[in-house]
Protein backbone atom coordinates (compact mmCIF):
# COMPACT_ATOMS: atom_id res chain seq x y z
CA UNK A 1 0.00 0.00 0.00
CA UNK A 2 0.84 3.49 -0.47
CA UNK A 3 2.33 5.50 2.39
CA UNK A 4 1.48 8.72 4.04
CA UNK A 5 3.40 10.59 6.73
CA UNK A 6 1.90 13.72 9.13
CA UNK A 7 3.98 15.37 11.53
CA UNK A 8 3.68 15.96 13.75
CA UNK A 9 1.85 13.20 15.64
CA UNK A 10 1.07 15.06 18.86
CA UNK A 11 1.36 18.64 19.53
CA UNK A 12 0.22 20.72 22.48
CA UNK A 13 0.16 24.69 22.30
CA UNK A 14 -1.02 27.34 24.35
CA UNK A 15 -4.61 29.00 23.87
CA UNK A 16 -3.89 31.84 21.08
CA UNK A 17 -1.27 30.14 19.28
CA UNK A 18 -1.40 28.68 15.63
CA UNK A 19 -0.28 25.31 15.01
CA UNK A 20 0.71 23.70 11.50
CA UNK A 21 0.83 19.73 10.35
CA UNK A 22 2.08 18.30 7.35
CA UNK A 23 0.97 15.73 4.93
CA UNK A 24 3.24 13.94 2.88
CA UNK A 25 2.53 11.16 0.36
CA UNK A 26 5.73 9.38 0.28
CA UNK A 27 5.61 6.94 -2.93
CA UNK A 28 2.84 8.36 -4.95
CA UNK A 29 1.99 11.23 -6.30
CA UNK A 30 -1.46 13.07 -5.22
CA UNK A 31 -3.38 15.65 -6.29
CA UNK A 32 -6.23 15.49 -3.67
CA UNK A 33 -5.59 15.39 -0.37
CA UNK A 34 -8.42 15.35 2.80
CA UNK A 35 -7.93 16.84 6.30
CA UNK A 36 -10.47 15.13 8.49
CA UNK A 37 -10.92 15.64 12.57
CA UNK A 38 -12.27 12.56 14.49
CA UNK A 39 -13.37 12.78 17.83
CA UNK A 40 -12.83 10.04 20.82
CA UNK A 41 -14.59 7.05 19.41
CA UNK A 42 -16.16 8.75 16.55
CA UNK A 43 -16.29 8.54 12.76
CA UNK A 44 -14.05 10.95 10.21
CA UNK A 45 -15.19 14.26 9.89
CA UNK A 46 -14.12 15.86 6.62
CA UNK A 47 -13.05 19.03 7.03
CA UNK A 48 -11.73 20.23 3.67
CA UNK A 49 -10.70 18.67 0.61
CA UNK A 50 -7.07 20.14 -0.32
CA UNK A 51 -6.57 20.19 -4.34
CA UNK A 52 -3.19 21.00 -5.51
CA UNK A 53 -2.20 24.41 -7.23
CA UNK A 54 -5.90 25.63 -6.15
CA UNK A 55 -7.90 26.62 -3.25
CA UNK A 56 -8.92 24.24 -0.99
CA UNK A 57 -12.85 23.19 -1.04
CA UNK A 58 -14.17 23.09 2.69
CA UNK A 59 -17.17 21.57 4.65
CA UNK A 60 -20.04 23.54 5.78
CA UNK A 61 -18.80 24.87 8.96
CA UNK A 62 -16.00 24.97 9.07
CA UNK A 63 -13.95 27.86 8.81
CA UNK A 64 -11.73 28.83 6.38
CA UNK A 65 -9.87 31.35 8.29
CA UNK A 66 -9.16 29.33 11.08
CA UNK A 67 -8.07 25.95 9.07
CA UNK A 68 -5.84 27.67 6.41
CA UNK A 69 -4.75 24.62 4.15
CA UNK A 70 -2.23 25.10 1.67
CA UNK A 71 -1.25 22.07 -1.06
CA UNK A 72 1.66 23.67 -2.93
CA UNK A 73 3.03 20.54 -4.25
CA UNK A 74 1.87 17.30 -5.47
CA UNK A 75 3.24 15.07 -2.02
CA UNK A 76 2.48 17.75 0.70
CA UNK A 77 -0.36 19.57 1.99
CA UNK A 78 -0.45 21.63 5.63
CA UNK A 79 -3.17 22.41 7.23
CA UNK A 80 -2.34 25.39 10.16
CA UNK A 81 -4.54 25.73 13.18
CA UNK A 82 -5.09 29.55 13.46
CA UNK A 83 -5.29 31.08 17.11
CA UNK A 84 -5.88 27.49 18.62
CA UNK A 85 -8.87 27.10 21.40
CA UNK A 86 -9.38 24.38 23.67
CA UNK A 87 -12.26 23.58 21.61
CA UNK A 88 -9.96 23.12 18.92
CA UNK A 89 -8.27 19.76 20.67
CA UNK A 90 -8.60 16.91 18.37
CA UNK A 91 -7.38 14.29 16.16
CA UNK A 92 -6.39 15.39 12.73
CA UNK A 93 -6.31 13.14 10.09
CA UNK A 94 -5.24 13.76 6.42
CA UNK A 95 -5.75 11.26 3.62
CA UNK A 96 -3.78 10.73 0.09
CA UNK A 97 -6.18 10.38 -2.77
CA UNK A 98 -4.60 7.94 -5.98
CA UNK A 99 -6.16 9.00 -8.99
CA UNK A 100 -8.33 7.17 -11.09
CA UNK A 101 -8.55 4.71 -8.29
CA UNK A 102 -9.89 7.10 -5.57
CA UNK A 103 -8.65 5.35 -2.56
CA UNK A 104 -7.64 7.16 0.23
CA UNK A 105 -4.40 6.34 2.26
CA UNK A 106 -4.49 7.98 5.33
CA UNK A 107 -1.86 9.69 7.82
CA UNK A 108 -0.83 8.12 10.58
CA UNK A 109 -2.70 11.38 12.48
CA UNK A 110 -1.90 14.46 14.75
CA UNK A 111 -3.28 15.15 18.21
CA UNK A 112 -3.47 17.96 19.15
CA UNK A 113 -4.11 19.68 22.60
CA UNK A 114 -4.64 23.33 23.64
CA UNK A 115 -3.91 24.18 26.80
CA UNK B 1 -27.25 15.87 0.35
CA UNK B 2 -25.74 12.43 0.07
CA UNK B 3 -25.72 10.15 3.16
CA UNK B 4 -24.20 6.94 3.86
CA UNK B 5 -25.87 5.23 6.60
CA UNK B 6 -23.86 2.94 8.38
CA UNK B 7 -24.75 0.19 10.98
CA UNK B 8 -24.82 -1.53 13.79
CA UNK B 9 -22.99 1.13 15.69
CA UNK B 10 -21.70 -1.02 17.95
CA UNK B 11 -20.76 -5.22 17.54
CA UNK B 12 -19.82 -7.49 20.48
CA UNK B 13 -19.05 -10.99 19.50
CA UNK B 14 -17.39 -14.34 20.95
CA UNK B 15 -14.22 -15.59 19.28
CA UNK B 16 -15.53 -17.79 16.47
CA UNK B 17 -18.53 -16.00 15.79
CA UNK B 18 -19.27 -14.23 12.35
CA UNK B 19 -19.90 -10.70 11.96
CA UNK B 20 -21.54 -8.51 9.31
CA UNK B 21 -21.85 -4.63 9.27
CA UNK B 22 -23.94 -3.03 6.56
CA UNK B 23 -23.68 0.04 4.41
CA UNK B 24 -26.68 1.99 2.93
CA UNK B 25 -26.64 5.27 0.50
CA UNK B 26 -29.37 7.26 0.10
CA UNK B 27 -28.12 7.52 -3.87
CA UNK B 28 -26.32 5.73 -6.17
CA UNK B 29 -22.99 5.06 -5.65
CA UNK B 30 -19.74 4.79 -8.12
CA UNK B 31 -17.82 2.90 -5.75
CA UNK B 32 -17.85 2.12 -2.45
CA UNK B 33 -14.69 1.32 0.15
CA UNK B 34 -14.03 -0.53 3.00
CA UNK B 35 -11.60 0.74 5.97
CA UNK B 36 -10.32 -0.31 8.78
CA UNK B 37 -9.20 1.30 11.83
CA UNK B 38 -7.48 -0.65 14.87
CA UNK B 39 -7.93 1.23 18.11
CA UNK B 40 -5.65 4.28 18.43
CA UNK B 41 -4.88 3.79 14.83
CA UNK B 42 -5.62 5.66 11.77
CA UNK B 43 -8.16 4.03 8.90
CA UNK B 44 -6.21 1.68 6.32
CA UNK B 45 -7.98 0.99 3.10
CA UNK B 46 -8.97 -2.61 2.78
CA UNK B 47 -10.87 -2.57 -0.83
CA UNK B 48 -12.86 -1.13 -3.15
CA UNK B 49 -16.12 -2.03 -5.09
CA UNK B 50 -17.64 -1.04 -8.30
CA UNK B 51 -19.67 -3.31 -10.34
CA UNK B 52 -23.43 -3.51 -9.50
CA UNK B 53 -23.72 -7.05 -7.56
CA UNK B 54 -19.75 -7.48 -6.74
CA UNK B 55 -18.62 -9.59 -4.43
CA UNK B 56 -14.75 -10.02 -3.46
CA UNK B 57 -13.02 -11.76 -0.77
CA UNK B 58 -10.04 -11.01 1.16
CA UNK B 59 -9.39 -14.20 3.13
CA UNK B 60 -11.77 -14.37 6.15
CA UNK B 61 -13.52 -10.99 4.83
CA UNK B 62 -16.22 -10.80 2.09
CA UNK B 63 -17.52 -7.57 0.81
CA UNK B 64 -20.81 -7.03 -1.42
CA UNK B 65 -21.55 -4.17 -3.15
CA UNK B 66 -25.85 -3.95 -4.47
CA UNK B 67 -27.21 -4.41 -7.34
CA UNK B 68 -28.81 -1.14 -7.37
CA UNK B 69 -25.07 -0.14 -6.10
CA UNK B 70 -26.75 2.07 -2.82
CA UNK B 71 -26.13 -0.71 -0.29
CA UNK B 72 -22.85 -2.86 0.51
CA UNK B 73 -22.01 -5.12 3.68
CA UNK B 74 -18.97 -6.51 4.89
CA UNK B 75 -18.90 -9.94 6.26
CA UNK B 76 -15.96 -11.60 8.47
CA UNK B 77 -16.17 -15.37 8.86
CA UNK B 78 -14.94 -16.95 12.21
CA UNK B 79 -13.82 -13.51 14.21
CA UNK B 80 -10.49 -13.46 15.41
CA UNK B 81 -8.99 -11.02 17.85
CA UNK B 82 -7.29 -9.57 15.48
CA UNK B 83 -10.54 -8.59 13.56
CA UNK B 84 -11.40 -6.04 16.42
CA UNK B 85 -11.18 -2.09 14.94
CA UNK B 86 -13.83 -0.02 13.82
CA UNK B 87 -14.74 -0.67 9.93
CA UNK B 88 -15.74 2.53 7.84
CA UNK B 89 -17.63 2.04 4.70
CA UNK B 90 -17.30 4.96 2.67
CA UNK B 91 -19.48 5.77 -1.06
CA UNK B 92 -18.81 8.23 -3.59
CA UNK B 93 -21.27 9.43 -5.49
CA UNK B 94 -22.17 8.94 -9.32
CA UNK B 95 -20.65 12.14 -10.79
CA UNK B 96 -19.35 13.42 -7.86
CA UNK B 97 -15.80 14.22 -5.98
CA UNK B 98 -16.95 13.09 -3.00
CA UNK B 99 -16.36 10.32 -0.77
CA UNK B 100 -18.55 10.11 1.95
CA UNK B 101 -17.58 7.80 5.22
CA UNK B 102 -20.46 5.75 7.45
CA UNK B 103 -19.93 6.36 10.88
CA UNK B 104 -18.47 2.90 11.19
CA UNK B 105 -18.98 -0.05 13.04
CA UNK B 106 -16.79 -0.67 16.25
CA UNK B 107 -16.27 -4.40 16.61
CA UNK B 108 -15.42 -6.21 19.75
CA UNK B 109 -14.38 -9.55 19.85
CA UNK B 110 -14.12 -11.44 23.18
CA UNK B 111 -11.06 -14.24 23.45
Known amino acids: GAVVSQHPSRVICKSGTSVKIECRSL??????MFWYRQFPKQSLMLMATSNEGSKATYEQGVEKDKFLINHASLTLSTLTVTSAHPEDSSFYICSAEKAISYEQYFGPGTRLTVT | GQQVMQIPQYQHVQEGEDFTTYCNSS?????IQWYKQRPGGHPVFLIQLVKSGEVKKQKRLTFQFGEAKKNSSLHITATQTTDVGTYFCAGRNTGGFKTIFGAGTRLFVKA
Open chain 1, 27 to 32: DFQATT
Open chain 2, 27 to 31: TTLSN
